[in-house]
Structure formats: structure tokens, C-alpha cells
Nanobody, 128 residues
Framework: QLHFVESGGGLVQPGGSLRLSCEAS??????????IGWFRQAPGKEREGVSC????????YYTDSVKGRFTISRDNAKNTVYLQMNSLKPEDTAVYFC???????????????????WGQGTQVTVSS
């Protein structure tokens, strides 16, 4: 079982920045066992993969709409994954979830989207 505590969401003006954090806890496995991803879901839309990061080698995947603006990173020693979001746009408004998968490539995890465990989500609103 894997549990997440997400934080860092809020209201920001267009062009602003936010940093989301996802702290994970598990009774049996360390965070470096899992591929981790950030996903989002806007009202009336399907959930989409935003960015995913490999469990150990640091390789990353970004959906096209956030490339150059968002950066995913992880600190396995702190069991925490981050999503730095810059140059935010109104269309980035959504509930953002972190999630973990054990047996998927980061590409498949983000594109499908699929995961074994999901967090509760944190709201990000970009509006003037």
C-alpha cells in the first residue's frame, strides 16, 4: 500500500509559478521502487498525464502542452516528488494528482494514464 500527501496547489495569476509536492509513504517499499507521475483533471475533461519520472534513473516524460514550463523531480531520500510549474496558463487549471506505478514505462504511465496508487489531488487555479 502506498499513500500520498499532495501540497502546493492554490490560486495564481497567469504567468505565475507554483511548486507541487507529493510526499509518499509505504509500509513495505521505498519510493525508489515506483515510477511516479503527476496527472491532472479539469472539469468536464478526462484525466491526463502531465509528467512522469523513472523510479531510479531520473528520466522524464512531459506532455507536449507543458514542455519547457514544468519540471518534475524526485528526492527518494525524502520520499517526495515535486512538480515545478512556471509560466502558468488558465488552461492549466485542474486538480493535480500524483500517482505511482510499479511495472509501467513512464511513457505508458503518462500517456494512458495508468497507475497503481493515486493521491487525493490538489487544486490549481490559474486566473486573473
Amino acid at each position: 500500500q502506498l499513500h500520498f500527501v499532495e501540497s502546493g496547489g492554490g490560486l495564481v495569476q497567469p504567468g505565475g509559478s507554483l511548486r507541487l509536492s507529493c510526499e509518499a509513504s509505504s509500509l513495505t517499499l521505498d519510493l525508489d521502487f515506483w515510477q511516479i507521475g503527476w496527472f491532472r483533471q479539469a472539469p468536464g475533461k478526462e484525466r491526463e498525464g502531465v509528467s512522469c519520472i523513472h523510479s531510479t534513473d531520473g528520466s522524464t516524460y512531459y506532455t507536449d502542452s507543458v514542455k519547457g514550463r514544468f519540471t518534475i523531480s524526485r528526492d527518494n531520500a525524502k520520499n517526495t516528488v515535486y512538480l515545478q510549474m512556471n509560466s502558468l496558463k488558465p488552461e492549466d487549471t485542474a486538480v493535480y494528482f500524483c500517482a505511482a506505478a510499479a511495472a509501467l514505462t513512464i511513457q505508458r504511465m503518462c500517456r494512458t494514464p495508468l497507475a497503481d496508487y493515486w493521491g487525493q489531488g490538489t487544486q490549481v487555479t490559474v486566473s486573473s
